[in-house]
């Protein structure tokens, strides 16, 4: 009979305690090339998603000035920077548009989901939480407003 661990080592003799080994902690976002990260992750895996991939790669026809303009729009929202000028609003109306009011409620949770695992793959901290809190906010509000243009 092999007793591998004790009471002070479950690991067992001459091997590391699970509570001894630390993962590497995750830093916040702190500047723009953390955004260009996130945003860049993040919209690799939207492109990918067998939902929303076919919406996004339908409407972006230039994906690298598409993420600097996301790369900006973020970091205006998390630092509060005027990088980013423009009407997501209206981009997103004239989206829902083009796809015949095909955008649905379901949709923002699939991007509400990725944006949360993406923030949560990379960083950690109050700049991670306002991303994950504004996100929240804003697909709320895009929602209700692309709603409201339907009916005009």
Same mark, same amino acid.
């Not at 702190?30 to 955004?35: F, I, L, S, T």
């Not at 005027?82 to 209206?90: E, F, K, V």
């Not at 923002?108 to 509400?112: D, I, P």
């Given at each position: 009979m092999v007793v591998r661990g004790t009471a002070r080592n479950p690991a067992g003799p001459g091997l590391k305690s699970l509570n001894a080994i630390q993962m590497p902690k995750k830093?916040? =976002?702190?500047?723009? *090339?953390?955004?260009?990260l996130l945003v860049r992750r993040f919209y690799g895996k939207i492109r990918?998603?067998?939902?929303?991939g076919p919406i996004f790669n339908s409407m972006v026809t230039?994906? *690298?000035a598409h993420l600097e303009r996301l790369t900006d729009f973020w970091e205006s929202q998390l630092f509060l920077k005027?990088?980013? =000028?423009?009407?997501? &609003?209206?981009v997103h109306q004239q989206v829902d548009d083009r796809m015949d009011q095909g955008i649905r409620p379901e949709h923002?949770? &699939?991007?509400?989901n990725l944006w949360f695992a993406t923030l949560d793959e990379l960083f950690e901290g109050e700049v991670a939480w306002i991303a994950k809190n504004r996100a929240q906010k804003m697909s709320t509000m895009l929602y209700l407003k692309i709603f409201e243009h339907r009916k005009k």
């Open positions: 830093k916040d =976002i702190q500047k723009r *090339e953390d955004v260009g990918a998603d067998q939902v929303l230039d994906w *690298e005027r990088t980013y =000028i423009g009407n997501p &609003l209206a923002f949770g &699939l991007w509400l």
